[in-house]
């Protein structure tokens, strides 16, 4: 299967997360920023960084990237799509997922290795998982604190549709401790953690993050 | 050519975090009686005169604001 990864100018996290795709037995395939096109792939992720410098708000102007509007345009047919950290941004930014990221309520940058509880496995991201799991991954990133009114998180909680949960102390303030949620239909995903950098016990914290990208191969071959 | 000014603000009911910040700073540096700082974002724009208001509405709503976390207010101002 062919999983599309979008680099802009100033995204950092694209080598780490076509890496994560390889170690799931998928192909990772480059995807530029300035295309209108996707390269027949068969999900997308969108992954961290500093898209455009951060100007303006984070993933404000990446939102409006050509490449932006094909994969909302795939998405909203059900393409699996993945945002981690300034791909989570980006994506609230083009309304494929509910709320928004501020800055870090202590306005620190917080850069540590994040433990995670499961809250939805039902996910095309997170069917690796057991249901109430608890995983160590990395969290980099200063504008973490996820942000919704009431009726929507009400919304999300409802629906189950947070998919992870800081364990412990809240590191950015975000609103009930919420550190992914997902769409509706369960094909968008989008979090603040770096599943990408914790696929190795070599060269991460855990091998936890890798079960997204496995996951992600399963719902692929599935359907 | 006109002067639009777009004044961006962070809702009421978000935190704040950098206006704390600024609010926090200002006992510290001996200035007293300032309860509360909330920090936004003003925007100059030079627009031509058949830009009509709708447009800018919409520049202020889909671009320089997000309205899930922020409220904006457009107005013309003399140049």
């Known amino acids: 299967m062919r999983v599309g990864v979008i680099t802009f100018p100033g995204t950092l996290d694209d080598v780490d997360a076509e890496r994560a795709v390889r170690y799931a037995g998928g192909e990772a395939v480059k995807l530029w920023h300035a295309d209108h096109d996707l390269k027949d792939v068969d999900a997308v992720i969108v992954p961290g960084g500093f898209s455009y410098g951060d100007y303006l708000r984070c993933g404000a102007i990446a939102r409006f990237a050509p490449v932006m509007q094909e994969v909302v345009d795939a998405a909203k047919k059900g393409m699996p799509v993945l945002g981690i950290c300034n791909g989570f941004q980006i994506l ?11 800055r870090n309520h202590k306005l620190h940058f917080v ?8 809250e939805n496995n039902s996910t095309a991201w997170t069917s690796r998982y057991d249901q109430g799991a608890e995983i160590l991954v990395p969290l980099k990133s200063g504008e973490g604190g996820y942000q919704a009114d009431r009726s929507t998180l009400d919304e999300l909680e409802g629906e189950g549709r947070v998919v992870f949960r800081y364990v412990g102390e809240n590191p950015n303030g975000s609103r009930n401790d919420i550190a992914g949620i997902t769409s509706a239909n369960g094909r968008v995903v989008g979090l603040m953690p770096h599943p990408e950098h914790a696929i190795d016990a070599l060269t991460g914290p855990t091998d936890d993050g890798l079960g997204m990208f ?3 191969v399963d719902s692929v071959v599935k359907a | 050519m006109a002067r639009v000014v777009v004044d961006v603000m962070p809702k009421p009911e978000i935190l704040d975090p950098q206006g704390q910040a600024v609010a926090n700073a200002l006992p510290r540096l001996g200035f ?20 009509d208001d709708a447009t800018l509405a919409k520049i202020a709503e889909t671009f320089l604001a997000n309205p899930v ?9 003399e140049a």
């Open chain 1, 111 to 118: 850069c540590r290795d994040q433990w995670l509880k499961v």
């Open chain 2, 32 to 51: 007293d009686g300032i309860t509360s700082v909330r920090q936004g974002k003003h925007f100059e724009l030079e627009v031509a005169d058949d830009v």
């Open chain 1, 214 to 216: 496995l996951s992600l």
């Open chain 2, 69 to 77: 976390i922020e409220d904006w207010v457009v107005r013309r101002v």
């Open chain 1, 92 to 102: 609230c930014e083009a309304h494929l997922l509910p709320g928004a990221l501020i």
